[in-house]
């Protein structure tokens, strides 16, 4: 028979206390996640701190593109990842964020494919052939990582990959790569010589993506063993290495410097999060994950401040 996904009582109002004093997410977080809108906005704040970082320009049409092509894949993830379960039977292995896209499949997956054609055409209209050259290689490559997590029955899709190259880890250097590479390109170009930092810091953000998609895994795997310490270790260990890295980076380059910091703040409040999650409910624990990756949206409002 065929099976319907459940409808949690996903209700979109304010900070309530629930299920023996656990926190709820409020409204707009709890519907920035649901709506896959989290990793559009942690791209584009990267993107635009690692530009500003390395001290290049970068023209409109790069924050937009990530933007529509980050939300386009992360519904499309959803989407099928709802339809695998409703296929397999295993619906109950499905979150809050898949149930949510799935109920409103009808609204989301046409302006997912409106936004995947606007990306195409920003890239055939916009983008410099050069440039069009160094991202199909990124492209093809994310689109590989695509395809073998959803194939279904395929000695491909169903083949148990080494520890080093789990899931979490391809998303998070794929991630960004993506956000890292416009401002890659432009300082390039102008043999810039914030190439060597800018690598560096664009390697423990790459370490940061990958720790939050741990932390994500291992959080919803565990949800019974509230009291256990999951990540707390490697997340203080990311953070200790952040700041280490700003202190490297102060000498010479300031900008790379505090953008290290901001990570490094990030990381850190993953590992208050894996402390503290018994006090919070799934989905606001996931939602909150994402959120604390935008540390450097604090740099990037204080520019625009200083810009007035």
């Known amino acids: 028979m065929p099976q319907t996904l459940p409808n949690p009582p996903v209700q979109f109002g304010a900070l309530r206390r629930i299920q023996a004093g656990r926190f709820d997410a409020p409204a ?82 046409p302006l997912a494919t409106v936004a995947a054609i606007a990306a195409c055409a920003i890239v055939v209209t916009l983008m410099p052939p050069a440039a069009r050259e160094r991202n199909s290689v990124l492209a093809v490559a994310a689109l590989a990582y695509f395809t073998r997590v959803h194939a279904q029955g395929t000695a491909l899709g169903g083949a148990r990959l080494p520890r080093l190259f789990k899931k979490e880890l391809q998303v998070g250097f794929l991630f960004t790569a993506a956000c890292a590479l416009p401002a890659f390109s432009r300082a390039l170009t102008q043999a810039h010589a914030a190439l060597g930092p800018l690598a560096a810091v664009s390697l423990f953000f790459a370490l940061l993506a990958w720790l939050n998609c741990h932390a994500i895994d291992r959080w919803e795997a565990r949800e019974q063993e509230p009291s256990s310490f999951l990540i707390f270790p490697q997340a ?52 909150t994950a994402d959120l604390v990756l935008l540390t450097p949206l604090a740099l990037l409002v204080q520019v625009a401040l200083l810009l007035q």
Do not use: K
Not at 59 to 79: F, K
Not at 262 to 271: D, N
């Open 236 to 287: 203080r260990l990311l953070a200790q290495a952040g700041l280490l890295l700003a202190v490297l980076l102060s000498y010479g380059q300031p900008r790379m410097a505090v953008l290290a910091a901001a990570g490094a703040v990030s990381a850190l409040l993953l590992a208050l999060l894996d402390r503290q999650r018994s006090r919070l409910t799934p989905l606001a624990l996931r939602a």
């Open 28 to 109: 707009p977080l709890a519907l920035w996640h649901l709506a896959s809108l989290d990793a559009p906005t942690v791209a584009v704040t990267w993107s635009l701190a690692f530009a500003w970082a390395a001290q290049v320009r970068l023209p409109g049409w790069i924050p937009l593109l990530l933007a529509l092509a980050c939300w386009a894949v992360y519904v499309a993830d959803r989407l099928l990842d709802a339809r695998a379960a409703l296929r397999s039977g295993s619906v109950a292995s499905l979150r809050e964020r898949h149930c949510f896209q799935h109920r409103h499949r009808r609204l989301l997956a």
